[in-house]
């Protein structure tokens, strides 16, 4: 499980059904990104990750 802050709860927690998706970026580039739900509220989390290379 990876922690990601909460924007609802304003805290670090770790992620549930996280999974890994593809976000729009700048200069029509894809970003990487783990997305998921928070444990305590269900609000929907994002981690973004890292360039692949």
């Known amino acids: ?14 992620m549930e059904s996280e999974k890994e998706v593809e976000m729009k970026g700048k200069g029509d580039t ?12 269900g609000t929907k989390m994002f981690k973004i990750l890292g360039k692949s290379n």
């Open 1 to 14: 499980m990876t922690e990601a802050y909460c924007v609802k709860c304003k805290a670090k927690r770790e």
């Open 30 to 41: 894809k970003r990487r990104a783990l997305s998921g739900i928070c444990p305590t509220c």
